[in-house]
C-alpha cells in the first residue's frame, strides 16, 4: 500500500479498470464499492490476572448476491476496519472467480493471539461470536479461520452460535474433523496454490520437479504450500517468517523445517539453512517468489529488487497497485491472489455442503475436487487474459466482478 492510501483504495486501483471495461453503469459500481453491511463492537474480556481488557472486533459483509456471505476471521494488531473491509470485497471476487454459490465478507479482532492465553483467546471468542450471532448462520454468513485463527476458534464460534441458536455444524467452516470439518480443509489454501502453479507452468515455461522456490511466511499456507511443492520435486531454497529467515544454496529439507517449527516456533535458528535476513529474499535468485504471510510485502521498491521469474500470491492482497506495474513491465507474470489462495474457501465450501447434507467426502475426493474447481478457474483467467490482452490478475478481477454485477442485476438489486 502506497504511503497515506488505504487498504480499500488499492483494492479499488483493480477494481476500477475492470469496471470500465465491463461497461458497468455508474450505480451498479457503487453499489459493488460499498459494503452491504459492517459493524464494528467492543469487546470486553477478563484477563487471566483478573483484569480487564477492551479490544475491538469487527465483521464486514460485502456482497451477497451470488449466495450467503462468507469470510474468515482474522485476529491481527493490523485488522481495522479498512483491512477487513478491503479483504471482504476481495472475498466477493475470489468467490465469484471460484463460481462458488457465495458472496463475500470478512472479520477481525484488532489483537496479537500470541499475547493471549488458551482461554483469554476462548473467552474474547465467545464474546465476539455473541456480538455478532444476529448476522451469522448456514444461509446468512458463515465465517472460517483466517490470519491468527484455527480450527479451534470455530470450534468455538460454533459452540457459542449453538447455545444462542442451536446446534448447526454448518454455521462455520474450518472446524476440527471430529466436529464436522472437512478432511483436506487445514491444507487446502496451500494444495489449491500449488494446483494452480502446476496448472500454469507450462503456461510459463517452468518445471516445477527442479524449480526454486522462495516463501515469505511459513503459517499454515506457506507451510502446507512449501511441503506439497518440496513432495513434487520443487526446491525451496529460502523461508521466512516474522522472526527471521533461513537460506540455502542447495534445497532446504521442508519436513525438517517443519517439524523444527512446530517445537520451536520459529524457522529462525534451523541448523539446516543458513541464516539471512528477511528482507533479502527479493533478491535471492528463483524461478517462483511466494508471499504467504501478509499484505503489501510487494511495493514498487521491492519488486524492482525481485529475481524471481514468477510470482505465486498465496497471501491475500501481497501486491501494491505500483508493484504490479512495476512486475508487468519487468515481463514477471502474477498469480494473483483472488485465484491462488481460493483453495481454502472453495474445501469450505465443500465443508459446508457435507454439512447440510449430513454426509461426508474422503480426503481422496475432496482434493479431486478441489484440484478439478481451481485448474477450471485459473484455465477461465487464462484464457480471458489472452483474448483481452490482459493480465492474470486483470483477467481475474474482470471475471469477479462481472459475475458479482450480473447476479445483482439479475436479483433485481439495481
Known sequence: MAKGRSAQED??????????RLGLPVGVRA?????????????????????????????????AARGPYKGGIRYHPHADEDEV???????????????????GAKGGIQVDPAALS??????????????????LGPYRDVPAPDMGTNAQTMAWVMDEYGQLHGANQAVVTGKPV?????????????????????????????????????????????????????GEGARVCAV??????????????????????????????????????PDDLYEVECEVFVPAAIENVLTEETARRLRAKVV???????????????????????????????GGVTVSYFEWTQNLQQLSWTLEEVNQR?????????????????REGLTLREAAFLIGIERVARAAMLRGFV
Open 11 to 20: 483494492v479499488q486501483a483493480f477494481f476500477d479498470p475492470a469496471a470500465e
Open 31 to 63: 453499489m459493488l464499492c460499498a459494503p452491504w453491511r459492517q459493524i464494528q463492537v467492543s469487546l470486553p474480556i477478563r484477563r487471566d490476572n483478573g483484569d480487564i481488557e477492551v479490544f475491538t472486533g469487527y465483521r464486514v459483509q460485502h456482497n
Open 85 to 103: 473491509r478491503a479483504l471482504a470485497t476481495l472475498m466477493s471476487y475470489k468467490t465469484a472467480l471460484l463460481d462458488i454459490p457465495f458472496g
Open 118 to 135: 488458551q482461554a483469554e483467546l476462548n473467552r474474547l471468542t465467545r464474546r465476539y461470536t455473541r456480538s455478532i450471532h444476529h448476522l
Open 178 to 230: 471430529e466436529l464436522g470439518g472437512s478432511l483436506g480443509r487445514e491444507q487446502a489454501t496451500g494444495r489449491g496454490a500449488l494446483d494452480v502453479l502446476t496448472e500454469a507452468a507450462p503456461d510459463l515455461g517452468l518445471d516445477l520437479r527442479h524449480a526454486r522456490l522462495v516463501v515469505q511466511g511459513f503459517g499454515n499456507v506457506g507451510s502446507w504450500f512449501a511441503r506439497l511443492a518440496h
Open 240 to 277: 521466512s517468517d516474522r522472526f527471521g529467515a533461513v537460506c540455502s544454496d542447495g534445497a532446504i529439507d521442508v519436513e525438517a523445517l517443519s517439524a523444527y517449527v512446530a517445537a520451536t516456533g520459529s524457522v529462525a535458528g534451523f541448523p539446516g539453512a543458513a541464516p539471512c535476513d
Open 312 to 342: 505465486l500470491e498465496c497471501a491475500n492482497h501481497p501486491t501494491t497497485p505500483e508493484a504490479d506495474m512495476v512486475l508487468n513491465e519487468r515481463s514477471i507474470p502474477v498469480l494473483p491472489d483472488v485465484l491462488v489462495n481460493a
Open 370 to 386: 478441489l484440484r478439478a474447481r481451481i485448474t477450471e478457474a485459473y484455465r477461465n483467467v487464462r484464457d480471458t487474459a489472452r
